[in-house]
């Protein structure tokens, strides 16, 4: 009997209800032609995120992204605009920028060819005897970007439907804290020995908080607490009404806007594929994550406050504060999902039966069984 492939597998796994679900097959965490789908049908296909907008404010202003392998240039061009574009030279493709920075206009560091920050191509030494060679045929590719609500969102397909509708249930759930209204503070990139739906699956519940975060913000909520409701067609969510053991969790005690239990409840955004936003009215952080393997994930992990906090007199003191706390979240969340991964391994690894406050990781399944199915 021909043993099932990995897609198989999970379209199995997700064929039932609920309340009969076990977390996703061993299969598709681990085999690398099952992460070659994801990359094609899933990374490629949608939209990711490359940080927060408010980080490229003036014209030059660059970072660089990989979105499914593809190397990726995210500026402000001269008029303030912001723009995605290949990150490869027309000439002799060279990557043409890494990290992040500010520049005048992109100039390849092999063959000194000059664009400006539209991508046009502005100048190519030595070109002059060539008569085929024009500069109005060699601009860079542009990528589809856009700034919804503060994040800068890629995608390399042409027919993607914009963030503003896919995302627009995310308005509707949280009308009360906007996203816009928040300041980056700190941006880091990390690579962690564990699958990227691992973490993704990590983030999307919160039954784990008592134990692998029982040092720092796992006593300041209650399981029984816990809401895990249906999610939606692009992302998955559930909220968390905090104690005040994490002061900068809560609203600000200047802030009279916000009443009852809005002033307190964090919420969990999972974004399809893989932005992951932690929303409080005091703070926030996400994950922006992309597969390097089945054994390794690239995290692009960022933070900040809200504008309440950003104008506090001892707001240099907080931030010290967040992300020392932060920190040691991220070290206990890389502990238990690289101890996930070590032990998918085994050949005693079985998927377990999901508790009700897992029910976002069952839509992720069945979103990314979606994704692949039929592909070949």
């Known amino acids: 009997m021909s043993k099932m492939t990995p897609q198989a597998e999970l379209m199995q796994n997700v064929s039932v209800p609920f309340g009969q679900a076990q977390a996703m097959p061993v299969s598709v965490y681990t085999d690398p032609a099952f992460l070659a789908l994801e990359q094609s049908e899933v990374f490629a296909k949608s939209w ?15 970072l660089t992204f990989e979105i499914a392998e593809e190397p990726v240039i995210v500026l402000r061009d001269r008029s303030g605009v912001l723009r995605a574009m290949s990150n490869v030279c027309r000439h002799r493709m060279s990557v043409l920028l890494e990290g992040r920075g500010h520049i005048r206009s992109i100039v390849c560091p092999y063959h000194a060819w000059t664009y400006n920050l539209d991508g046009t191509l502005r100048g190519a030494p030595a070109m002059d005897m060539n008569a085929s060679f024009c500069k109005e045929h060699n601009s860079l590719p542009a990528i589809r970007c856009v700034d919804w609500n503060g994040w800068i969102m890629l995608t390399l397909d042409a027919d993607a439907p914009e963030p503003a509708m896919l995302l627009a249930d995310i308005e509707r759930l949280i009308p009360y804290l906007d996203m816009k209204d928040y300041t980056e503070t700190f941006r880091e990139e990390h690579r962690w020995n564990t699958n990227w739906k691992i973490l993704a699956e990590n983030f999307m519940e919160s039954y784990h908080l008592p134990m692998c975060h029982a040092g720092t913000i796992g006593g300041s909520a209650n399981l029984r607490d816990m809401v895990c409701p249906e999610g939606y067609s692009a992302f998955n969510y559930h909220h ?34 893989s932005l992951l936003i932690t929303l409080t009215p005091g703070y926030f952080w996400y994950l922006s994550l992309r597969p390097d393997g089945p054994d390794h994930v690239k995290i692009l992990f960022g933070g900040g406050m809200s504008n309440d906090f950003m104008q506090d007199e001892n707001v240099a003191e907080q931030l010290v504060a967040l992300k020392a706390l932060l920190d040691d979240v991220n070290d206990e969340d890389r502990g238990c999902t690289e101890r996930v991964w070590k032990g998918m391994q085994s050949a005693f690894a079985v998927p377990g039966a999901l508790s009700h406050l897992e029910r976002p990781n069952f839509e992720f399944a069945r979103w990314i069984a979606n994704r692949v199915a039929g592909a070949a």
Do not use: F
């Open 48 to 62: 990711v995120c490359a940080g927060r907008a408010e980080t490229l404010a003036n014209p030059g202003d660059y």
């Open 240 to 273: 968390i009404l905090k104690d005040d053991s994490i002061p900068l969790s809560l609203a600000h005690p200047s802030n009279t806007r916000l009443q009852g239990e809005e002033r307190n409840r964090t919420w969990l955004l999972a974004i399809y594929p």
